[in-house]
């Protein structure tokens, strides 16, 4: 496995570019970004993040039934 580490690059550029110090630059990425790196990279989990379920409220609206009403065989047609 190869090493990897994080750099900046390019801050003076990036400091004149956006009109701060070069140094503020620095301190944000040393006191800030560093530090959090590891939770961040440790909770982010690859690939699609999950659905989240739909509210009843909202499955009422598209089926059209109440949810306890439903036999659990197939589509019901509301037919009221």
């Known amino acids: 496995m190869q090493s990897q580490c994080l750099t900046l690059q390019n801050v003076e550029l990036v400091a004149e570019t956006l009109g701060v110090a070069p140094n503020s630059i620095r301190y944000w990425f040393e006191a800030k970004v560093l530090p959090r ?10 690939g699609p993040k999950p659905k ?3 509210p009843a409220s909202t499955k009422r609206a598209i089926w059209g039934r109440s949810l306890k009403a439903s036999s659990g065989k197939g589509f019901i047609r509301n037919t009221s």
């Open 37 to 46: 790196l590891p939770e961040v990279l440790a909770n982010e989990r690859p």
């Open 52 to 54: 989240e379920a739909l």
